[in-house]
């Protein structure tokens, strides 16, 4: 992001003001408008990793009616990660960073009572994917690196392959087949027109935003060429918003409006296969059937060379026939599978303000919103090879045929919200506010290697609040804390399938806690800020959870687990932030200096990508320290500074998610650390970066 004027983050339901609809808040970030005097500025850093990052922009009058503003930021760096697999496709660094963007505002005033804003914008990202490494603490050795070394092995089923790197989760070093590559464009534009009649102002939102996506990655995350997914993203969207808002300060201050959304929504997915996956077939077809028939014949009371040589002669002629079947077939477009999406949604919505008097208000709203999607799927296997065995007998089960040329979904629901604010002083105020909100329901555009429902259904919230916003020591502290308890009605919970995630409907979800948000300036040097926040997550029905990674058919829908009662996952107990700074003047010159420390606390939480409670997914608690300091010019008109981000390069999972196709290698054991486990895949998070940067104001 850049030129930011401000970012305001609102909690619980937002429907009764916004357009779009918000069933667990907003972030509402507002850009700097076009100024009638010429301004501007330009930001350049330079850091570790070659990291180079520009920006800035220029504002100023065209006419006595107009004036206008433009933006870039542009950036470049190496990537975090390094591998040491050389493969084709591959390099050695992991994470490669691009991205460009431009902004144009034009704001335009044609008479007294009319506004017109207008903006266009454009961006580009591009990227070579994250560090994905092996949760290493997952990892039985040497029993799986001995499985994936013959798995892999592309002369049999025998030691002598390759294995990924496993020793330490945190080194930013992996051996694995890494060719991924993302290039996201997208272009929108909003025309923001404000007719002030009378007592009222109408105002009018239209939006056009066109996005595309092409993403690359290998599949499986395997040091051989395997398995290569290619999706391409494509949406297009339209909006249109009509307000009436009433002037403020009256008895009765309303915003009513009307809005109409519209998404078309395509995703083109194929599977193509690498010249080492038939191989990997081959072996792994082989140990299926060479292990039973060797252990059969063990018990029949054949001694273990006979035994061996009846088995691997009974193996060889199915894993050479499922190899034929896995190299005659089609290896680009192995799996191919098209969704596509249209949506339509209206809404009605009111906001209702009643000031009783100079200390007592009520607030009210209401919503209405109506969701039509209509979409369609299919998804075609031309290589026989990928079938479930039902359809297949050589079949590895990574996905199924399957067509749904029409899938619709409706619903519509009334929301509200309703508050009252108590003035207790003139520097404390009291409130409590409850609330309801909506997550339409929608369609599963994955595939997966059985039938599965298409539909999931709607989310539904229920929000209550109370609270106090404060001002103390002659408003040199704000303090506020506000207690919360969020009910979240048929949660729409992610359960991973070993490619894809499928999204289903759970039963309830409770989420109560406390936030307290504190910012102070005891003098002109110091400034400060606090936040707090504690979590208390509960599943409050939740019996049909994705079993462990070592329960057989442990995919959703099957087998599953009753997680009643349990945490959710990504909800830290405590998160805590703090940030203080000291400035001064520099001797006795019109320089000035400052110092800045920021600190992140988050402990301990289960960032497993599928709700499945699995223990080998919980991150432990860590903290996360950032530094600046720098010099300014008179006046602010100039600043250089060193900054640094992760300054104790703490090591940290984002999320965590089983091994692709772990179940079908063999990556998984009933007794992995005491869980039914497996290995495990965890997407690191930013190291230490420090640079310099300079800004220069005009």
Same mark, same amino acid.
């Not at 220029?58 to 697999?85: K, M, P």
């Not at 060479?290 to 001694?303: C, M, Q, R, S, V």
């Given at each position: 992001?850049?030129?930011?004027?401000?970012?305001?983050?609102?909690?619980?339901?937002?429907?009764?003001?916004?357009?779009?609809?918000?069933?667990?808040?907003?972030?509402?970030?507002?850009?700097? &408008?076009?100024?009638?005097?010429?301004?501007?500025?330009?930001?350049?850093?330079?850091?570790?990793?070659?990291?180079?990052?520009?920006?800035?922009?220029?504002?100023?009058?065209?006419?006595?009616?107009?004036?206008?503003?433009?933006?870039?930021? +542009?950036?470049?760096?190496?990537?975090?990660?390094?591998?040491?697999?050389?493969?084709?496709?591959?390099?050695?660094?992991?994470?490669?960073?691009?991205?460009?963007?431009?902004?144009?505002?034009?704001?335009?005033?044609?008479?007294?009572?009319?506004?017109?804003?207008?903006?266009?914008?454009?961006?580009?990202?591009?990227?070579?994917?994250?560090?994905?490494?092996?949760?290493?603490?997952?990892?039985?050795?040497?029993?799986?690196? $001995?499985?994936?070394?013959?798995? =892999?092995?592309?002369?049999?089923?025998?030691?002598?392959?390759?294995?990924?790197?496993?020793?330490?989760?945190?080194?930013?070093?992996?051996?694995?087949?890494?060719?991924?590559?993302?290039?996201?464009?997208?272009?929108?534009?909003?025309?923001?027109?404000?007719?002030?009649?009378?007592?009222?102002?109408?105002?009018?939102? *239209?939006?056009?935003?066109?996005?595309?996506?092409?993403?690359?990655?290998?599949?499986?995350?395997?040091?051989?060429?395997?398995?290569? @997914?290619?999706?391409?993203?494509?949406?297009?969207?339209?909006?249109?918003?009509?307000?009436?808002?009433?002037?403020?300060?009256?008895?009765?201050? +309303?915003?009513?409006?009307?809005?109409?959304?519209?998404?078309?929504?395509?995703?083109?997915?194929? %599977?193509?296969?690498?010249?080492? %996956?038939?191989?990997?077939? @081959?072996?792994?077809?082989?140990?299926?059937?060479?292990?039973?028939?060797?252990?059969?014949?063990?018990?029949?009371?054949?001694?273990?060379?006979?035994?061996?040589?009846?088995?691997?002669?009974?193996?060889?002629?199915?894993?050479?026939?499922?190899?034929?079947?896995?190299?005659?077939?089609?290896?680009?477009?192995?799996?191919? #599978?098209?969704?596509?999406?249209?949506?339509? #949604?209206?809404?009605?919505?009111?906001?209702?303000?009643?000031?009783?008097?100079?200390?007592?208000?009520?607030?009210?709203?209401?919503?209405?919103?109506?969701?039509?999607?209509?979409?369609?799927?299919?998804?075609?296997?031309?290589?026989?090879?990928?079938?479930?065995?039902?359809?297949?007998?050589?079949?590895?089960?990574?996905?199924?045929?399957?067509?749904?040329?029409?899938?619709?979904?409706?619903?519509?629901?009334? *929301?509200?919200?309703?508050?009252? !604010?108590?003035?207790?002083?003139?520097?404390?105020?009291?409130?409590?506010?409850? #609330?309801?909100?909506?997550?339409?329901?929608?369609?599963?555009?994955?595939?997966?290697?059985?039938?599965?429902?298409?539909?999931?259904?709607?989310?539904?919230?229920?929000? +209550?609040?109370?609270?106090?916003? !404060?001002?103390?020591?002659?408003?040199?502290?704000?303090?506020?804390?506000?207690?919360?308890?969020?009910?979240?009605?048929?949660?729409? $919970?992610?359960? %991973? $399938?070993?490619?894809?995630?499928?999204?289903?409907?759970?039963?309830?979800?409770?989420?109560?806690?406390?936030?307290?948000?504190?910012?102070?300036?005891?003098?002109?040097?110091? +400034?400060?800020?606090?936040?707090?926040?504690?979590?208390?997550?509960?599943? $409050?029905?939740?019996?049909?959870?994705?079993? =462990?990674?070592?329960? /057989?058919?442990?995919?959703?829908?099957?087998?599953?687990?009753?997680?009643?009662?349990?945490?959710?996952?990504?909800?830290?107990?405590?998160?805590? #932030?703090?940030?203080?700074?000291?400035?001064?003047?520099?001797?006795?010159?019109?320089?000035?200096?400052?110092?800045?420390?920021?600190?992140?606390?988050? !402990?301990?939480?289960?960032?497993?990508?599928?709700?499945?409670?699995?223990?080998?997914?919980?991150?432990?608690?860590?903290?996360?320290?950032?530094? @600046?300091?720098?010099?300014?010019?008179?006046?602010?008109?100039?600043? /250089?500074?060193?900054?640094?981000?992760?300054?104790?390069?703490?090591?940290?999972?984002?999320?965590?998610?089983?091994?692709?196709?772990?179940?079908?290698?063999?990556?998984?054991?009933?007794?992995?650390?005491?869980?039914?486990?497996?290995?495990? &895949?965890?997407?690191?998070?930013?190291?230490?970066?420090?640079?310099?940067?300079?800004?220069?104001?005009?």
């Amino acid at each position: 992001m850049s030129d930011i004027e401000a970012v305001e983050i609102l909690r619980g339901p937002q429907g009764t003001l916004f357009g779009r609809n918000a069933s667990m808040g907003a972030i509402n970030i507002k850009t700097r &408008r076009p100024s009638e005097e010429l301004e501007g500025e330009i930001r350049g850093s330079f850091g570790n990793f070659d990291a180079i990052r520009l920006s800035g922009n220029v504002s100023n009058s065209i006419s006595s009616e107009a004036s206008g503003r433009l933006s870039f930021h +542009y950036s470049d760096r190496d990537g975090f990660g390094n591998n040491t697999f050389t493969g084709t496709g591959n390099n050695g660094e992991i994470g490669d960073w691009q991205d460009f963007g431009l902004r144009g505002k034009l704001n335009f005033t044609p008479t007294d009572t009319v506004e017109v804003n207008v903006s266009l914008d454009y961006s580009e990202v591009k990227n070579h994917g994250s560090i994905i490494e092996v949760l290493s603490d997952t990892v039985i050795s040497p029993d799986y690196e $001995d499985t994936l070394s013959a798995v =892999l092995n592309p002369l049999g089923l025998a030691p002598g392959g390759p294995v990924p790197e496993t020793t330490d989760t945190f080194d930013y070093t992996v051996n694995q087949d890494h060719a991924d590559n993302a290039d996201d464009k997208q272009f929108g534009g909003v025309i923001d027109i404000t007719w002030d009649v009378g007592d009222h102002v109408l105002r009018s939102i *239209t939006s056009y935003r066109d996005w595309k996506n092409d993403t690359f990655e290998s599949a499986l995350r395997l040091p051989a060429d395997l398995l290569n @997914r290619i999706t391409a993203y494509d949406a297009e969207t339209i909006s249109h918003e009509f307000q009436i808002l009433s002037t403020t300060g009256n008895y009765l201050d +309303y915003v009513l409006g009307f809005y109409v959304y519209d998404e078309n929504y395509n995703i083109d997915q194929q %599977f193509d296969m690498g010249p080492d %996956f038939c191989g990997a077939v @081959r072996n792994l077809i082989f140990g299926q059937v060479y292990e039973p028939a060797f252990t059969a014949a063990l018990n029949g009371g054949a001694d273990a060379a006979t035994a061996q040589a009846t088995a691997v002669a009974a193996a060889t002629p199915v894993s050479a026939a499922g190899e034929g079947q896995c190299t005659t077939g089609p290896q680009t477009a192995a799996i191919d #599978s098209e969704f596509s999406q249209d949506l339509t #949604s209206y809404a009605l919505f009111g906001h209702f303000t009643v000031n009783v008097n100079e200390y007592l208000r009520f607030n009210g709203g209401i919503r209405w919103t109506a969701d039509g999607k209509n979409g369609s799927y299919e998804q075609l296997v031309p290589n026989d090879i990928l079938l479930p065995p039902t359809l297949n007998p050589l079949g590895i089960n990574l996905r199924t045929i399957d067509s749904v040329p029409e899938i619709a979904f409706d619903d519509d629901k009334l *929301t509200w919200m309703a508050n009252v !604010s108590y003035d207790v002083t003139v520097n404390a105020t009291i409130f409590a506010t409850a #609330s309801t909100g909506f997550k339409s329901g929608g369609f599963n555009s994955d595939g997966a290697n059985r039938i599965i429902p298409r539909v999931f259904n709607s989310e539904n919230v229920n929000n +209550y609040e109370l609270g106090i916003k !404060s001002y103390l020591f002659d408003n040199r502290m704000m303090a506020n804390v506000t207690v919360f308890k969020t009910e979240i009605e048929n949660y729409q $919970d992610r359960q %991973f $399938d070993g490619v894809n995630f499928i999204v289903q409907n759970v039963g309830q979800l409770t989420q109560d806690g406390i936030e307290v948000d504190i910012q102070m300036q005891p003098n002109e040097n110091f +400034y400060g800020m606090l936040g707090l926040s504690y979590l208390d997550s509960e599943f $409050d029905n939740f019996s049909n959870a994705t079993a =462990l990674p070592a329960v /057989i058919a442990g995919v959703p829908g099957e087998n599953p687990q009753n997680l009643t009662g349990q945490r959710n996952h990504f909800s830290p107990k405590i998160q805590l #932030s703090a940030m203080a700074e000291w400035q001064d003047q520099l001797l006795d010159t019109p320089y000035g200096w400052y110092l800045r420390g920021e600190f992140q606390h988050i !402990s301990s939480q289960n960032v497993g990508a599928e709700t499945n409670q699995n223990p080998q997914s919980i991150q432990n608690g860590y903290e996360l320290v950032n530094a @600046r300091a720098g010099i300014t010019g008179p006046e602010d008109q100039w600043e /250089i500074a060193a900054f640094a981000r992760n300054l104790t390069n703490e090591g940290y999972c984002q999320t965590v998610f089983n091994q692709p196709i772990g179940t079908t290698i063999g990556l998984i054991d009933d007794d992995v650390n005491g869980t039914l486990g497996g290995m495990q &895949r965890c997407i690191l998070g930013t190291p230490r970066t420090y640079g310099i940067e300079a800004l220069f104001r005009f």
